[in-house]
């Protein structure tokens, strides 16, 4: 019940993550336009024209990040319930062949959990990237989540 609650507390946390950065984003967009020299009114209702339907890029972005939460969740739980299978293989199996076993499921379960701790980091890397390029220290990587065109998966879900 407790893995339920924080699962939808999650959900939530994702839809809070979402508004805010596209908040930000059509902020962003509103400045360069007044900036131009347009009115408030202006900028803003040419923000969200740019934009596209704020409502469908928000549906699909919290889409997206519940979906790799509920697997992260899923993937860890499998590698450690295989890491833990193992342990118990190998400290308590007479038979060397099971012992054998064991110690493979150990490292089975163990990369797996590294592979999924590295696959969640990759997200931060990105941010690194794009604070360094912002000082300068170096040109900006393409990340993962842009197509062969270069378009976001904003651009993609507004071109619909």
Not at 17 to 44: A, I, P, Q
Not at 106 to 124: D, E, F, H, T
Not at 134 to 140: A, D, E, I, N, W
Request: glycine share 6%.
């Amino acid at each position: 019940m407790l893995n339920l609650q924080k699962l939808f507390r999650r959900k939530r946390i994702i839809a809070d993550e979402v508004d805010e950065e596209l908040r930000f984003h059509l902020d962003m967009r509103t400045d360069e336009y007044t900036n131009r020299g347009l009115s408030d009114e202006e900028s803003k209702s040419m923000a969200k024209a740019m934009f596209g339907d704020v409502e469908k890029i928000r549906t699909e972005c919290i889409r997206i990040g519940s979906r790799s939460t509920a697997l992260v969740w899923f993937l860890n739980s499998v590698f450690l319930v295989n890491l833990f299978v193992g342990l118990v293989l190998r400290v308590v199996a007479p038979v060397l062949t099971v012992r054998r076993v064991g110690v493979v499921m150990m490292m089975i379960g163990g990369l797996g959990v590294l592979l999924v701790y590295a696959k969640q980091a990759g997200a931060s890397v990105f941010k690194s990237d794009a604070q360094a390029f912002k000082l300068g220290l170096q040109q900006p990587s393409l990340p993962v989540s842009f197509d062969e065109n270069g378009r976001s998966p904003f651009d993609r879900v507004r071109e619909e």
